[in-house]
């Protein structure tokens, strides 16, 4: 098995080492390169662009009250969907790029999307929100409001000390 190990350098260029180790051993060299290594990297799969708006889904927590939208998520892996504590984040880091060209290849699975992106769009182009009507010329201006008291959905943890 070949290694490949990038090292900054001072004078910030890269260097490169390379190794080969027997593919069941587990070699001091092939510990100590890996050991020294400076960085981690995330590597996700590439949402295709048929499905794309997945990932403006994962990120609005809309998804987590309506349940098209988390049988959506749920469609791409049942498996990973429950591995992932029911965290669409999470599970569009953690699946397969196969896993996800089949879901832009799948038509029904589209619709299913497009039609849950529809449900979604409607939702926040709304006019007859509270918020809205009655401040209708503070729209630019963000809220967040942060109560111990109130968890919004079990992917999304809320550390919260006691009071007293």
Known sequence: MTILALNLL???AWASQFTETPYNTNSNKETRIMSDWPFTFSVTP???ARIETLRELAYNLWWCWND???SLFRRLDPALWEECQHNPVRLLRRIKQSSLIAAANDADFC???DSVMGQLNAYMD???RWYRKTYPNEESNLIAYFSAEFGFHESLPIYSGGLG
């Open 126 to 128: 709304k006019g007859d």
């Open 46 to 48: 590439q949402i295709p």
């Open 68 to 70: 098209s939208a988390i």
């Open 111 to 113: 619709n299913h999307l």
């Open 10 to 12: 001072a004078n910030g």
